[in-house]
């Protein structure tokens, strides 16, 4: 849910309820994770997606009726039963082609709705968790304490917003700006020329600083979430900048530019005593044949959705295992 925080809060915030479907729980083989939702907004529209398409006609049905009588539900799709199978509210309705199980919940946010302040945290980057019973006679209910009620709970967390550092206001950090925006990081511009990096050519960013990118960065806070993303293909600060990077331990650090700029740079950061240099993805990218700024800023941004989640990148066709690595999480005590 919190991924939609933005399109819902708008609603809320105009004095309009709003019906939100999380997926609680899944095993086998689904097409999304646990905490993906849709959301139904007034007169109708439909923001967020749970299946693909599987699911949604069902569920617009079940929103429309808990839009008007405010009762949550739980509603199940898959195939066979679970545990029990002689309890009738246990049957699964045949929908997931996939041959997978989901279980979402669908429930009425009123302004007021004290989870409008826990959407509000997530909405401005605030760490933050909601805990919600999933026992028929409590479903839905904020649950205050998870950790020691008893039955069946749903824990739902927002992480602080990855940082996502580019250095270089090219034409490619523009792409790359937007395309990260899309995905959830907070980004800030890094260049030393002020006519480059403004805010009509990077409206995305949340920050765009002019200074010298080593100076620049040393103020910047890095960890394992940050992506650095080196554009500037610049031999003044280029080295100096994916030293520093690596070693305050950024996430991801890539840097533009052939291969032999790239083994110049390496000579560079081999005499600076740069460590672990085989973090460092350069040439920057996944291999898709990009050439384009849009099409660069896609192969970009895959390889940093791949080396966070541990993917290798390459095509899924003739592959074996899941395809989603996304860890479910459905609490019960």
């Known amino acids: 849910m919190f991924e939609l925080a933005p399109r819902l809060l708008a609603v809320l915030d105009a004095g309009d309820p709003v019906v939100v479907a ?5 095993s086998g083989s689904a ?3 646990v905490g993906t939702s849709m959301a139904v907004l007034p007169g109708g529209q439909v923001v967020g997606t749970i299946s693909g398409g599987c699911v949604e006609g069902s569920l617009f049905v079940t929103a429309e ?3 008007a009588d405010g009762v949550p539900v739980l509603e199940r799709f898959g195939f066979g039963f679970d545990d029990d199978p002689d309890d009738p509210d246990a049957v699964w309705a045949p929908a997931l082609r ?6 979402v919940l669908v429930r009425r946010i009123v302004p ?9 945290r997530a909405a401005s980057g605030v760490p933050t968790s909601l805990a919600v019973s999933l026992e028929a006679d409590t479903l839905g209910a904020v649950v205050t304490a998870p950790d020691g009620c008893r039955g069946r709970v749903f824990v739902e967390r927002a992480d602080a917003r990855p940082r996502c550092i580019v250095v ?4 490619f ?6 395309a990260a925006a899309v995905l959830g990081h907070a980004v800030t511009v ?4 002020p006519v480059f990096l403004t805010d009509e050519r990077f409206p995305a960013a949340d920050e765009r600083i002019v200074g010298w990118p080593t100076r620049v960065l040393e103020g910047l806070p890095i960890d394992a979430s940050t992506v650095v993303v080196v554009l500037s293909h610049d031999e003044r600060f280029d080295a100096a900048v994916i030293d520093l990077a690596l070693r305050r331990g950024a996430g991801y650090v890539g840097a533009m530019g052939s291969r032999a700029t790239h083994e110049r740079r390496t000579a560079e950061l081999r005499a600076l005593g740069t460590p672990d240099l085989g973090r460092l993805r350069s040439p920057i990218g996944l291999d898709i044949g990009a050439e384009t700024p849009a099409e660069m800023a896609v192969a970009i941004t895959a390889e940093v959705i791949a080396v966070r989640r541990g993917a290798p990148g390459g095509a899924l066709a003739g592959g074996a295992g899941p395809i989603h690595r996304r860890a479910v999480a459905a609490a019960s005590g």
Do not use: F, H, K, Y
């Open 65 to 67: 009726q808990v839009l």
């Open 112 to 120: 007021g709705d004290p989870v409008v302040d826990v959407l509000r």
């Open 31 to 33: 097409p999304s994770g």
């Open 168 to 171: 270089g206001a090219v034409e």
């Open 173 to 178: 950090a523009v792409a790359v700006t937007n």
């Open 22 to 26: 999380t997926a609680v729980a899944m």
């Open 98 to 103: 996939c041959g997978g199980r989901i279980e």
């Open 190 to 193: 890094v260049d030393p020329r």
